[in-house]
C-alpha cells in the first residue's frame, strides 16, 4: 500500500477552517458554521464539491509553509514561467474591546520569480454540492447567490478572465477576498495588506503569551495553534475536527462526522490550555461545558453541536468520498449513545473553578445544586454497560475507562464538596467513588496482572492506560509496572505507535493505531519513572506529522499513513499533554 499523508494545511479565525491543498485548492470550507454545509468540499468529491483554485498552465509543482507562529499559509507554487506566492489567512485580531473574526477568507498572490501565468477557478456549491451557486458580477466583485445568505468574491484579477475561465499575467501582486454575508466594501489592497499585518501580529503575540518549555516548542507552538482554531470562540465549543469522513482506513467504512463538541474532551483539552497557560480559551470552553450541565434535562450526551444542539442526527449523502470511501455521514449517531464517564469529565472541568483563582466567585453559585444534579447521574448509572470511550455501536459493557472517569469525577466532586462545605455531598461522592473502585477492580486479570478492557472481557484497551496517568495506580507500583507492561505486550506497534484494542468490533478488525493513546503511553511511560522511553516515543511520534506539522487521528503502524479525519484535535492536545508531561518529569524528577 502506498504511504499516505494528507497534502493541505489549514486556516481559521475561531469562526471557521478552511484547507488548504498543496494544489491551492480551498478543499474544505464549510459556512457559517463549522458544522454548516461545505462550500467548498473537493476533499470528499471532485466534482460536486466545488473549486476554489490558483493554477498555472502545465505542469507544476508546490510547497507550503506557515509564516512563524501564526496560522496564515503559505502555498509557494513553481511553473515553467515562474513562481508565485499564495498567502492565505482568515483575518483574526483585537478591535473594539472584541475580536474581529468575520467569515472572509483572504488570497494574496504575489510574483516571485519570472511572469507566470494563472487561472482562477472559483466555484462554490450548496447543500453538499447538490446545486452550484448562481453566478452575478458586479463592478468589482462576483456575488454567488443560494444560500441564505450570498457569497461575494472581490478582487482585483479580471473578472471577464475568471467568468470565462483565462489565463492572467501575473505582473503585480493581486488579491481574492471571499466573503459570506457581510459583502467586503473597503479598498481592497490597504485594507488585505493591513488585516494580514493585524493578523500576523495577533497570532504571534498570542504565542508569545503562551508557556511552553524548552523541549519540543516547534511541536508544541503548531499544536496550540492547530487547537486554537478549533474553538467556536461564540460559544467556546471546541470541535474534534473540522473535517466528516474521511475513513479510519482506507474502504473501513468507519467514516465519522468530527464537527462536534465531545464533553469527554473537556477534561484533556482544559488540561492542554491550563498547560501552556492560555486561560481565555480555558474560560470560553468552561462555560459551555458548564451551560450544558446545568441544562441537561436527562442524561449528558457523549457530544453537542457547537451551540449546545442535542440533535444531532445522522445521515448518509451522495458523494464519492475521499479516495472513493464511502458512505459519507453528516451528523453522528455516537449523540444517542450511553457514555457514562460523560459526568465524571464534566466534574473533574468544574474542579478548576474551585483550584484556580482566575475563576471568580460568582462563577461558582449554586454550586450544591449542580454539584447534587451530577452527582445523581452517576449514582443512577454507575452500574450501568455503556457503549464506552470507543463507541461501540452494537455492545454495552461496565468498561474500565468509564468507571475509572467516574471514580476520578468523584474524587474531583469530593474536594468540590469540602470548597463549599457540604459535607452530605462529600459523603455521597466518597461512596460513589468507592462503587467505581469496585467496577474497576472487577476488570483486573490476577493471572495476567492487568485490567481488562470492561468486566468480563479478556480483551485489552489502550485507554486503561489512563489508571495510571490519572493516579488511580500509584505510577511507582509494581501493579502500575505490570499492567503497563502487559497492554503494551499486546497493543504496542512498531515506531511508537499504539492500537486501542485489537479485538473485532462493530466493523471487523482496526487496522490503524490511534494517535492520542500513542501519546497516552507516552504520559504512562514517563509517569512510571521509564522517562528515556519516553523521550524516545515521543519523537518517534513527531515522524507521523504531514509537511506542516498536522496531525491525523489515526496512523497505519505498516508505513506511517495518514487516515481519519484531519487534523485531528485530540491527536494535538495528546502531543501537547505528553511535552508538558516530560518536561515536568525531567525538570521535577518527583512529578507525578
Known amino acids: 500500500m502506498q504511504t499516505h499523508i494528507y497534502e493541505s494545511g489549514i486556516i481559521g479565525n475561531c469562526a471557521f477552517i478552511a484547507h488548504v491543498n498543496k494544489n491551492t485548492d480551498i478543499s474544505w470550507l464549510c459556512w457559517p458554521r463549522f458544522d454548516s454545509s461545505f462550500v467548498f468540499g473537493s476533499l470528499l468529491d471532485e466534482n460536486?464539491?466545488?473549486?476554489?483554485?490558483?493554477?498555472?498552465?502545465?505542469?507544476?509543482?508546490?510547497?507550503?509553509?506557515?509564516?512563524?507562529?501564526?496560522?496564515?499559509?503559505?502555498?509557494?507554487?513553481?511553473?515553467?514561467?515562474g513562481i508565485y506566492r499564495i498567502i492565505d489567512f482568515a483575518p483574526r485580531f483585537y478591535q473594539y474591546d472584541r475580536y474581529f473574526r468575520p467569515l472572509m477568507l483572504v488570497r494574496?498572490?504575489?510574483?516571485?520569480?519570472?511572469?507566470?501565468?494563472?487561472?482562477?477557478?472559483?466555484?462554490?456549491?450548496?447543500?453538499?454540492?447538490?446545486?452550484?451557486?448562481?453566478?452575478?458580477?458586479?463592478?468589482?466583485?462576483?456575488?454567488?447567490?443560494?444560500?441564505?445568505?450570498?457569497?461575494?468574491?472581490?478582487?482585483?484579477?479580471?473578472?471577464?478572465?475568471?467568468?470565462?475561465?483565462?489565463?492572467?499575467?501575473?505582473?503585480?501582486?493581486?488579491?481574492?477576498?471571499?466573503?459570506?454575508?457581510?459583502?467586503?466594501?473597503?479598498?481592497?489592497?490597504?485594507?488585505?495588506?493591513?488585516?494580514?499585518?493585524?493578523t500576523v501580529n495577533y497570532w504571534q503575540q498570542w504565542i508569545k503569551n503562551t508557556t511552553i518549555g524548552n523541549m519540543y516548542q516547534e511541536q508544541v507552538i503548531r499544536s496550540s495553534l492547530a487547537l486554537k482554531?478549533?474553538?467556536?470562540?461564540?460559544?467556546?465549543?471546541?470541535?474534534?475536527?473540522?473535517?466528516?469522513?474521511?475513513?479510519?482506513?482506507?474502504?473501513?467504512?468507519?467514516?465519522?462526522?468530527?464537527?462536534?463538541?465531545?464533553?469527554?474532551?473537556?477534561?484533556?483539552?482544559?488540561?492542554?490550555?491550563?498547560?501552556?497557560?492560555?486561560?481565555?480559551?480555558?474560560?470560553?470552553?468552561?462555560?459551555?461545558?458548564a451551560n450544558i450541565a446545568a441544562s441537561a434535562k436527562e442524561r449528558l450526551q457523549p457530544l453537542y453541536s457547537i451551540t449546545g444542539d442535542a440533535d444531532l442526527t445522522e445521515k448518509i449523502i451522495d458523494l464519492k468520498g475521499y479516495l472513493n470511501n464511502r458512505p459519507v455521514r453528516i451528523g453522528n449517531q455516537a449523540s444517542e449513545h450511553v457514555q457514562n464517564d460523560v459526568y465524571g469529565q464534566v466534574l473533574l472541568s468544574i474542579l478548576r473553578l474551585y483550584t484556580d483563582k482566575r475563576f471568580t466567585y460568582t462563577e461558582r453559585q449554586d454550586s450544591s445544586g449542580w454539584l447534587e444534579r451530577v452527582l445523581k447521574r452517576i449514582e443512577q448509572t454507575i452500574d450501568e454497560p455503556d457503549a464506552g470511550i470507543w463507541e461501540f455501536r452494537n455492545l454495552t459493557q461496565l468498561h474500565c475507562y468509564?468507571?475509572?472517569?467516574?471514580?476520578?469525577?468523584?474524587?474531583?466532586?469530593?474536594?468540590?464538596?469540602?470548597?463549599?462545605?457540604?459535607?452530605?455531598?462529600?459523603?455521597?461522592?466518597?461512596?460513589?467513588?468507592?462503587?467505581?473502585?469496585?467496577?474497576?477492580?472487577?476488570?483486573?486479570?490476577?493471572?495476567?496482572?492487568?485490567?481488562?478492557?470492561?468486566?468480563?472481557?479478556?480483551?485489552?484497551?489502550?485507554?486503561?492506560?489512563?489508571?495510571?496517568?490519572?493516579?488511580?495506580?500509584?505510577?511507582?507500583?509494581?501493579?502500575?509496572?505490570?499492567?503497563?507492561?502487559?497492554?503494551?505486550?499486546?497493543?504496542?506497534?512498531?515506531?511508537?505507535?499504539?492500537?486501542?484494542?485489537?479485538?473485532t468490533d462493530d466493523f471487523g478488525k482496526p487496522e490503524t493505531t490511534f494517535l492520542i493513546t500513542a501519546f497516552w503511553h507516552v504520559e504512562a511511560l514517563a509517569c512510571v519513572g521509564r522517562v528515556d522511553e519516553a523521550v524516545l516515543q515521543f519523537e518517534q511520534l513527531l515522524k507521523y506529522t504531514n509537511h506542516l506539522g498536522l496531525l491525523s487521528e489515526d496512523v497505519h503502524s505498516g508505513n506511517g499513513s495518514q487516515w481519519g479525519n484531519f487534523p485531528q484535535a485530540y491527536s494535538h492536545v495528546g502531543l501537547m499533554n505528553a511535552a508538558y508531561r516530560i518536561a515536568k518529569k525531567i525538570d521535577r524528577p518527583d512529578f507525578i
Open 48 to 81: 460536486k464539491g466545488g473549486e476554489f483554485t490558483i493554477l498555472p498552465e502545465g505542469e507544476f509543482s508546490s510547497r507550503q509553509f506557515y509564516i512563524e507562529n501564526t496560522n496564515i499559509l503559505c502555498t509557494e507554487v513553481e511553473c515553467m514561467e
Open 108 to 198: 494574496k498572490v504575489l510574483v516571485m520569480s519570472g511572469n507566470p501565468r494563472v487561472k482562477i477557478t472559483c466555484r462554490p456549491t450548496q447543500d453538499y454540492g447538490e446545486a452550484e451557486l448562481n453566478l452575478y458580477s458586479g463592478s468589482n466583485h462576483l456575488q454567488y447567490y443560494g444560500l441564505e445568505n450570498p457569497i461575494r468574491l472581490t478582487t482585483n484579477f479580471s473578472l471577464s478572465h475568471i467568468i470565462e475561465g483565462k489565463y492572467t499575467v501575473l505582473n503585480e501582486t493581486k488579491y481574492l477576498v471571499l466573503t459570506y454575508g457581510n459583502p467586503f466594501e473597503a479598498p481592497l489592497v490597504s485594507t488585505c495588506e493591513e488585516f494580514q499585518h493585524k
Open 229 to 289: 482554531i478549533h474553538q467556536f470562540e461564540d460559544t467556546g465549543a471546541i470541535i474534534a475536527a473540522s473535517t466528516t469522513s474521511l475513513p479510519e482506513f482506507d474502504q473501513s467504512g468507519r467514516n465519522w462526522d468530527y464537527r462536534f463538541c465531545w464533553l469527554r474532551d473537556a477534561y484533556y483539552i482544559l488540561q492542554a490550555f491550563n498547560n501552556i497557560g492560555h486561560f481565555e480559551e480555558m474560560e470560553h470552553y468552561f462555560h459551555f461545558i
Open 402 to 503: 468509564t468507571n475509572l472517569f467516574q471514580w476520578a469525577g468523584c474524587q474531583a466532586a469530593i474536594k468540590i464538596a469540602k470548597h463549599i462545605k457540604n459535607f452530605h455531598l462529600e459523603e455521597m461522592a466518597r461512596t460513589l467513588s468507592e462503587r467505581a473502585s469496585k467496577h474497576i477492580e472487577a476488570c483486573y486479570d490476577s493471572e495476567r496482572k492487568v485490567y481488562t478492557q470492561a468486566v468480563g472481557s479478556s480483551h485489552l484497551d489502550a485507554s486503561t492506560l489512563q489508571l495510571i496517568v490519572m493516579n488511580y495506580l500509584d505510577p511507582r507500583s509494581e501493579k502500575a509496572r505490570l499492567h503497563l507492561e502487559a497492554v503494551e505486550a499486546e497493543l504496542k506497534a512498531p515506531g511508537g505507535l499504539f492500537y486501542r484494542y485489537l479485538h
